[in-house]
C-alpha cells in the first residue's frame, strides 16, 4: 500500500478513476504515472490492458482522431509506394510497371502458370499455418492473447495472400481468364491481404512494446518507444487495402502489385524492428531479437531486385517467382519465430511472478 505522502505529484489512482474498463483489474494502491510521456506502471500488481485502446484511453488520446490520422497516414504512404520503385531502379521500372486496372492486354501481360510459381505458393501456405498455430498454442488470457491474436493474424493473412495467388497462377492461363470478374476477386484478396497486412504487423508491434514497456526490468530505451494506438493500424491498413480493391496497384505484371502493396508496409515494418532493436530483457535471446530485425527487414532488396531481374537477365518468369517465393519463406518465418520466442518470454516472466507469490 502507498502512503499518502508517497503518491506521485502527477500520478492518478488507476482503481478509481478508470472503473469503467471492465476487464482491466488493478490492485489496491496500485498507481499509474498521468504523464502522457511516461505510460508505464510504477508498481507491480497491474494486469494488462484488455486491448490497446483501453491504453489509449488512459493516456488521453480517442478512437476516432488516431483512426483518422492512420488513414491519411496510409494515404501518404500510398502515394510513396506507387512512386518509389521509379525512383529505385528508373529504367527498368518503366519497363516493368505499366498501369492495368485489371484490364490486361495480350502484349503487355505477363503472368507465370508454372508449378515454380503456384507450388512454391502453396508451400508458403502451409508453413505459415504451422507457424500461426504454434503460435496461437502460446495463448494465456490477459497475458499473450492478445499479441498472439495479432502475430497469427499477421501469419495467416500471409497464407491466405499466398493461396489465392498460388490458385490463379494454377488455373488463370489466359489473358481472356485474367481479365475475369473471379480472377479480379481472387487477386484481390492476394494483394489485399499484403496491404492488410500492414494492420496486423503494427498492431502486433503495438502490443509487444505495450506489454515489455510494463516490466520493471525493462530497457529505458524501449520506454522511448510511442506507443501507437491500436486504432491508427486498422486506420491505415484499411485505407491501402481499399485502395487495392478498388485496383489503384494493379499492373500488367500482376506481380507487381505485390510489391506496392508490400512497400506501403514500412511504417508497421520500422516500428517492430525498433522494438527489437530496444527489446534488451533478461528473458529474450539476442539470436532471437536479430532474426527479428533481419525478418522484417529482408523483404526490402527485393523491391529494387524485381525489375532488375526481369529486365536485365534471362531468367524466366518461373526462376525469378522460385527466387522470390523461397526469399519470403526466410523472411516470414524469421517473423514468425521471432514474434513466438517474445511471447514465450512474456509467458516465462508471467509464470516466475506467480511461482514467487506462491513462495
Not at 506507443?227 to 485505407?239: M, R, T, Y
Request: with cysteine; aromatic share 14%; proline share 4%.
Amino acid at each position: 500500500m502507498c502512503k499518502s505522502e508517497d503518491k506521485p505529484p502527477s500520478a492518478i489512482r488507476a482503481d478509481s478513476t478508470f472503473s469503467s474498463a471492465s476487464s482491466t483489474s488493478f490492485g489496491d494502491g496500485d498507481w499509474i504515472d498521468g504523464s502522457p510521456q511516461n505510460r508505464f506502471v510504477l508498481r507491480k500488481g497491474l494486469k494488462s490492458w484488455s486491448s490497446i485502446d483501453d491504453a489509449a484511453e488512459i493516456t488521453g488520446s480517442s478512437f476516432v482522431p488516431s483512426l483518422m490520422l492512420g488513414t491519411l497516414a496510409g494515404a501518404a504512404v500510398t502515394g510513396f509506394a506507387v512512386w518509389f520503385p521509379f525512383a529505385l531502379a528508373p529504367e527498368a521500372a518503366k519497363k516493368t510497371y505499366h498501369w492495368a486496372f485489371y484490364n490486361y492486354e495480350e502484349s503487355i501481360s505477363f503472368f507465370d502458370n508454372t508449378v515454380w510459381t503456384y507450388g512454391t505458393d502453396y508451400g508458403l501456405a502451409v508453413i505459415m499455418v504451422i507457424l500461426a498455430t504454434s503460435i496461437l498454442r502460446l495463448s494465456r488470457p490477459g497475458v499473450s492473447d492478445t499479441l498472439c491474436n495479432r502475430s497469427a493474424g499477421l501469419l495467416l493473412g500471409y497464407c491466405v495472400s499466398v493461396m489465392a495467388g498460388g490458385y490463379c497462377h494454377h488455373y488463370y492461363l489466359s489473358v481472356e481468364s485474367r481479365n475475369s470478374l473471379s480472377f479480379r476477386l481472387l487477386w484481390t484478396v492476394c494483394v489485399g491481404t499484403v496491404s492488410a497486412a500492414s494492420g496486423f504487423m503494427g498492431s502486433s508491434g503495438t502490443e509487444v512494446i505495450r506489454k515489455f514497456q510494463q516490466q520493471p526490468d525493462c530497457d529505458p530505451l524501449l520506454l522511448r518507444i510511442p506507443l501507437i494506438p491500436e486504432s491508427f493500424w486498422w486506420g491505415f491498413g484499411a485505407f491501402v487495402t481499399a485502395i487495392c480493391a478498388w485496383g489503384g496497384f494493379s499492373f500488367q505484371r500482376p506481380a507487381c502489385d505485390i510489391f506496392i502493396a508490400g512497400i506501403t508496409q514500412f511504417p508497421s515494418t520500422f516500428y517492430l524492428m525498433a522494438f527489437f532493436m530496444t527489446a534488451r530483457h533478461r528473458k529474450t535471446k539476442l539470436a532471437a531479437r536479430i532474426m527479428g530485425l533481419l525478418g522484417f527487414i529482408l523483404n526490402a532488396p527485393l523491391l529494387p531486385l524485381y525489375p532488375l531481374l526481369i529486365q536485365h537477365t534471362d531468367w524466366s518468369l518461373a526462376s525469378v517467382n522460385t527466387l522470390l517465393h523461397s526469399w519470403l519463406c526466410v523472411a516470414w518465418s524469421l517473423q514468425g519465430y521471432s514474434l513466438r520466442h517474445m511471447i514465450q518470454a512474456l509467458i516465462e516472466v508471467q509464470s516466475e511472478k506467480k511461482n514467487s507469490k506462491i513462495q
